[in-house]
């Protein structure tokens, strides 16, 4: 059901024509009873309580607020007008706010890709755009986002892994950006038909289970000394290579190939190893 926009009367001229029909009907009644008129007497009091009855037409639409009107039952249309407003007093009229709203969602255990158990929670700005699909739509578009945020970040979760193993492959952890589009555009497509849109949704929470919280940064430690040495080694191969390429282009010394290895040996322990080392200096012969 699509939102119908519908026109309403400006409420302060009318409650002020209310009120006059109201002060002509008690004059009239008085008049009619002064000649002996019941017929009068008894129109005036029908014109009273008419213009009683218009007065429940009233109602108060703030700014960014919608009011949906039904007649017992059938959607007439939506009033975006903000301000005292009047419509048919049979009128049924439900309140609909359109401001931006955001909540944070529960932190979620799920498992990521790789399997692994995980925390996650994210922060929802949304806001409804649709009244009428928000009112007739669902029973309570409230909880209906609330509950279908968290079931999309669950799904979510559970397409990526926590962190990056490979090039080009997208973590949680790792690319918020695409994360973050993912799991608007998944709530997107969940609360299209609840009039609500989703104007952005990310990760305020991301952490490893605590039973396994340990063991993953031993992991994430190890990457990351494996990934130094890696480095370090590939650094010092190079500059090895240059060095017996430096001396042999000179013509400084000339090794065998006994001697190469030995010189190779001695830098790749200098330049790989973790503590300074002591050199001890040869003060004889090479040999």
């Not at 799920?110 to 009112?135: C, F, K, R, Y």
């Not at 038909?193 to 605590?210: E, F, K, N, T, W």
């Not at 940064?217 to 010092?236: F, P």
């Not at 010189?263 to 973790?274: I, K, Q, R």
Request: glycine share 6%; proline share 3%.
């Amino acid at each position: 059901m699509k939102e119908n926009p519908i026109r309403s009367l400006p409420g302060i001229p009318t409650l002020l024509g209310i009120l006059a029909i109201e002060v002509g009907a008690v004059a009239l009644f008085f008049t009619s009873i002064g000649h002996q008129s019941p017929l009068g007497a008894i129109g005036a009091v029908l014109l009273a309580v008419l213009a009683t009855l218009c007065l429940i037409g009233l109602y108060m639409v703030e700014p960014n607020q919608s009011a949906v009107l039904s007649l017992f039952g059938k959607y007439v249309g939506t009033v975006k007008d903000s301000g005292l407003r009047w419509n048919n007093p049979f009128y049924g009229k439900r309140k609909v706010s359109q401001r931006v709203r955001n909540f944070e969602s529960g932190k979620l255990k799920v498992n990521d890709l790789d399997g692994s158990p995980i925390e996650i929670a994210a922060v929802i700005v949304w806001q409804v755009i649709d009244s009428a699909e928000a009112v007739y739509n669902v029973d309570d578009y409230e909880s209906f986002v609330h509950i279908q945020s968290e079931s999309a970040l669950r799904t979510m979760a559970t397409s990526y892994p926590y962190d990056q193993h490979e090039d080009g492959q997208v973590a949680l952890r790792s690319h918020a950006a695409e994360i973050s589009k993912h799991l608007r555009d998944e709530l997107a497509e969940r609360l299209a038909d609840a009039g609500v849109q989703v104007l952005d949704a990310r990760i305020s929470h991301l952490a490893y289970a605590p039973e396994i919280a340990q063991a993953m940064l031993q992991r994430q430690q190890a990457n990351a000394i494996i990934a130094a040495r890696t480095r370090i080694v590939a650094g010092a191969v190079g500059m090895v290579e240059m060095a017996l390429a430096e001396l042999q282009k000179n013509g400084v010394v000339h090794l065998d190939e006994e001697r190469k290895a030995q010189m190779v040996s001695n830098l790749l322990v200098v330049l790989c190893g973790e503590r300074a080392t002591q050199p001890i200096v040869n003060a004889g012969t090479l040999y």
